[in-house]
Nanobody
Framework: QVQLLESGGGSVQAGGSLRLSCAAS????????MGWFRQAPGQAREGVAT???????NYGDSVKGRFTISRDNTKNTLYLQMSSLKPEDTAMYYC????????????????????WGQGTQVTVSS
């Protein structure tokens, strides 16, 4: 069955860095677009970044220039390198798989995902 397992979250001070990982299993990882989303308490789920099967990336405006999404198809793993972290980046971060084989992930829409990880908490203190 499809499994997405995030790791790498933690607590850092503003300006610090973290790298999140998402280990995928149970499906043909290389043929699906993947993404990172986040949700802070009391707020809607927000698209952070997505990466298509050909490596094309898309970022939310709030993280452009600070976060980098990447994928390793040999390890079935998705990454999110986060730098220059801000307190407003504090949230639960979720890895997600696009619902459709081979499709591009447009507009960071979380409704396009059909599998989610359990999340990893990122807390940034000022």
């Amino acid at each position: 069955q499809v499994q997405l397992l995030e790791s790498g979250g933690g607590s850092v001070q503003a300006g610090g860095s973290l790298r999140l990982s998402c280990a995928a299993s149970g499906f043909s990882y290389s043929v699906y677009a993947m993404g990172w989303f986040r949700q802070a308490p009391g707020q809607a789920r927000e698209g952070v970044a997505t990466i298509d099967t050909d490596g094309r990336t898309n970022y939310g405006d709030s993280v452009k220039g600070r976060f980098t999404i990447s994928r390793d198809n040999t390890k079935n793993t998705l990454y999110l390198q986060m730098s220059s972290l801000k307190p407003e980046d504090t949230a639960m971060y979720y890895c997600a798989r696009h619902a459709a084989y081979g499709f591009r992930w447009h507009l960071l829409r979380f409704g396009d995902a059909n599998y989610w990880g359990q999340g990893t908490q990122v807390t940034v203190s000022s």
